[in-house]
């Protein structure tokens, strides 16, 4: 039976690993684990209040051993640990201080282990931040074209916790919360102590890929990481890890690339990155925001709009004639990416593409093809939730401030259509003709403006939906904040004109008094005032909730049928 050393280095930071002790015992069916705190420079007190905690909560099962080291150090602190003093146990868990379980990681990766001997390397679970976010779902190490090392990362890392779920093999795991074999760990010398800030267990989970094992992620179940407080405030932090990801780890992963399984390595797909700039300052403000967040190699295509000489269909258009990249990324110049990673992008864009291999549009917001609700993630400049904040999915619609589109699908916009806006529409529903699909992604993106609902954007939405009426296309469309009908039923145009006023009016947008003097002017230029504000009590008299298949109309439509048929009958029986 399998016994498991369970390794945690600790300074100064009795409270969390306190927390990080009560929720092992709390959370850990089996029994068979031995705790060593590896005690890296605490205060005498300090360290009277741990040998308290432990004789308090662990004194029948007498399974806490604390060894003292004079610095930290980790690679050689845990390495000591393995070698000196670990006594019979076979497995070992290598525990950062600010974990806290959720659920019975250790039992479950005891189990793994024993039906599964000298075959995996490494076990990890999913850990979130304090925040409920992903912190980690296993690492993700990212190559160029030219199958050389650029970045080594977590999987998730920032996204929302019920990602990444499944249980799949993985490049590796952290070393923050990870499981491996005693006599494996050994037998690969251990922690390479080279390393002076971090990426050893990197380069020990890719050895043990290169040996022939497995190294396995577990989704469903969770435990929280507060992530790096056991590491001390070392001012030079940054420069070692640098110079460990150049130095040490990059040669490593050159050297071996080969070795690895490409289906879990990341290759950074070539990104063609498209502006339309209101003026030269938000062009210049832009690209220095910009720049660094992409690739080297990525293709940059900005235009200057301040004269207003091209509107937004031309420069897609001619964006992507243009356009190298596998990916072509069209976004407003008022969005920022800050808290956001390249890789978090390139993750998403991945993983749905490995889903469905139709996927040929994405956006951070829209309208859900399912239930036709508001989904999808970004932020205003404070870094509050300005729009949305539903998970993602299959999309009928996307917002446009930050659309991406696969070039090899073939996709664009609809060459008789000029403006603004609803081109993001456009592009959906031309990826729906074409049998392809639409996403939005989970990627919160700040996004300085809401928009303005004035006098161009109905004058916008009215000609978008005479586009749709003359190819007769008899569904409701909506967008994000208004909702078009592409038939010719002049009671399902004016309903629509309906739903668009309640979406907007639910939404609290800030120009929502000039957007329903526009639709009501719409309303009774077209229908009739009479007309309309029948159409206008209806709706909200009857409580009918924005849908695209009313019961409503089909109600209408049965019963003028049965009373054009019995109307006689019906009406002169009385007389």
């Known amino acids: ?62 399974n806490v051993d604390l060894i003292h080291f004079d610095n930290y150090n980790f690679s050689k602190n845990n390495n000591d640990i393995v070698k000196s003093f670990i006594k019979d146990e ?24 024993e039906k599964n001997h000298n075959k995996l390397g490494t076990l990890g679970f999913k850990l979130l931040f304090a925040n409920d976010t992903i912190q980690h779902a296993g690492q993700a190490l990212i190559i160029n074209s030219e199958k050389e090392f650029h970045l080594v990362t977590h999987r998730g890392l920032g996204q929302a916790s019920d990602l990444f779920t499944l249980r799949d093999e993985v490049i590796g795991n ?37 040996n ?38 990059a040669p490593f992963v050159n050297k071996n690339t080969s070795k690895f399984d490409e289906n879990l390595l990341f290759m950074i797909p070539k990104m063609s990155v498209c502006y339309l700039c209101r003026d030269s300052n938000s062009k210049n403000q832009l690209f220095n925001g910009v720049v660094n967040f992409f690739p080297d190699e990525t293709q940059f295509l900005l235009l200057d709009n301040s004269m207003a000489q091209i509107n937004c269909y031309e420069a897609i ?47 951070v917001a829209g309208v859900s093809f399912s239930d036709h609700s508001s989904i999808g993630r970004f932020r205003d400049v404070a870094g509050e939730h300005n729009w949305g904040f539903h ?37 959906c529903l031309n990826a729906r003709e074409k049998g392809l699909a639409s996403y939005v ?32 296309n008899p569904r409701f469309v909506r967008t994000t904040c208004t909702v078009m009908y592409g038939g010719r039923n002049k009671i399902k145009q004016a309903w629509a004109l309906a739903m668009s006023l309640d979406l907007i009016e639910k939404a609290q947008h800030k120009d929502f008094a000039v957007a329903k003097e526009c639709i009501l002017n719409t309303g009774h230029s077209r229908y009739g005032k009479l007309f309309f504000s029948i159409i206008l009590f209806i709706y909200h008299n009857k409580g009918v909730k924005i849908r695209f298949k009313t019961r409503l109309f089909k109600r209408i439509r049965s019963d003028f049928i049965w009373w054009r048929k019995n109307w006689k009958s019906r009406v002169f029986r009385f007389f």
Not at 225 to 243: A, C, D, G, I, V
């Open 1 to 62: 039976m399998n016994k498991l050393a369970v390794i945690i280095l600790n300074k100064s930071n009795n409270k969390m690993l306190f927390s990080c002790l009560s929720s092992i015992k709390e959370k850990t069916f089996s029994k068979n684990y031995h705790i060593y705190i590896g005690d890296t420079g605490s205060s005498e007190f300090e360290l009277r209040e741990i040998d308290k905690f432990v004789k308090i909560n662990f004194e029948s099962t007498k």
């Open 90 to 113: 076979n497995l070992l868990l290598f525990c950062n201080n600010d974990i806290k379980l959720v659920d019975d990681c250790i039992t479950e990766a005891m189990e793994i282990f």
């Open 174 to 210: 952290t070393g923050g919360f990870m499981f491996t074999e005693k006599q494996f760990f050994l037998e690969l010398g251990g922690f390479n102590e080279e390393y002076l800030e971090c990426y050893e267990d990197v380069e020990y989970n890719l050895k043990c890929l290169i």
């Open 212 to 249: 022939g094992r497995k190294n396995l992620y577990f989704g469903d179940k969770i435990a929280y990481h507060y992530e790096s407080q056991t590491r001390n405030k070392n001012p030079n932090k940054l420069f070692n890890e640098k110079l460990d990801m150049n130095s040490r780890l």
């Open 317 to 363: 258009r001619l964006f992507i004639s243009q356009s190298t990249g596998d990916f072509i990324l069209i976004i407003h110049d008022d969005v920022e990416f800050s808290g956001l990673n390249f890789y978090s992008l390139i993750n998403e864009l991945s993983r749905i593409c490995k889903l469905d291999s139709k996927a040929a549009l994405f956006g």
């Open 391 to 427: 998970e993602g999915g299959l999309a009928s619609s996307l917002d446009e401030c930050f659309l991406v589109l696969r070039r090899d699908k073939g996709l664009s916009v609809s060459n008789e259509l000029s403006g603004y806006h609803f081109y993001g529409t456009d592009l």
């Open 441 to 472: 992604i989970n990627f919160p993106i700040i996004h300085k403006s809401t928009g303005s609902l004035d006098k161009n954007f109905f004058e916008a939405r009215n000609q978008f939906e005479k586009h749709l009426q003359k190819k007769n």
